[in-house]
Nanobody
């Protein structure tokens, strides 16, 4: 069983930065794929970024490339989403998710989800 807890959301002005954290609680997390999704107000949940714990390049949706970066700290059992140059259209509830198989980009591929953290970017 995997438990994920996000934190780090908040209110920020356009052009600002936030770092989201996702703390996990499973010993074999290195077997998993980890992703960030977001759900803007009134819209469906959408893919933001993902990486495979065992290696390889991360994936980002086009709208965040060059602005968002994933990272991890094994010692702290935490993965991060660094968000720079934030724009009002980045406003959403952000979720981290984990899976051991399936597409990186589909919500249906992920069995484990955090509770979400709100990010609001003002213009």
């Amino acid at each position: 069983q995997v438990q994920l807890v996000e934190s780090g959301g908040g209110l920020v002005q356009a052009g600002g930065s936030l770092r989201l954290s996702c703390t996990y609680s499973v010993r074999t997390f290195n077997l998993y794929r980890v992703a960030w999704f977001r759900q803007p107000p009134g819209k469906e949940r959408e893919f933001v970024a993902a990486f495979n714990w065992s290696g390889g390049k991360p994936y980002y949706t086009n709208s965040v490339k060059g602005r968002f970066t994933t990272s991890r700290d094994n010692a702290k059992n935490t993965v991060y989403l660094q968000m720079d140059s934030l724009e009002p259209q980045d406003t959403a509830v952000y979720y981290c998710a984990a899976s051991d198989s399936g597409s990186y980009f589909r919500t249906t591929s992920y069995e484990y989800w955090g509770q979400g953290t709100q990010v609001t970017v003002s213009s």
